[in-house]
């Protein structure tokens, strides 16, 4: 996995510009904060986003990939002002999971979602390494 980092630009925080990877590709739906019964534990953003993190690393473990071979993550949210207000334990929880590891982000708002209640989607994009 090569980290892309054009040398005059700044560094991005908590995400990466691009990554080049070679690799056994697995890709992850968009997945919400709900448990493995699709009951939602939390209602708080953060909450759910690590309930989301949990689920992401879980089914990346199906393809024997690990956090550290995800390349991409696409957030939808539908309220900004909440996901920006639950940042530091957000972080918190993502480091969790993730550790140091920065991926591709972007976060994209939306209108809504399919289960009534849930507060963000992410999908991922992991690529093992040959």
Known sequence: MKFLQPPDWPRPKGYSN????RGEMVFVA???GWNAEEVFEAEDFAGQARQCFANITAILAEAGAKP???VRLTWY????AEYLAA???VGAAYR????QHYPVMAVIGVEGFVEQGAKLEIEATAVIPE
């Open 18 to 21: 691009g990554i080049a990877a």
């Open 30 to 32: 968009g997945i919400v």
């Open 68 to 70: 550290e071979h995800v």
């Open 77 to 80: 949210v539908n309220d900004r």
């Open 87 to 89: 940042g530091k334990a």
């Open 96 to 99: 969790e999971f993730f550790g």
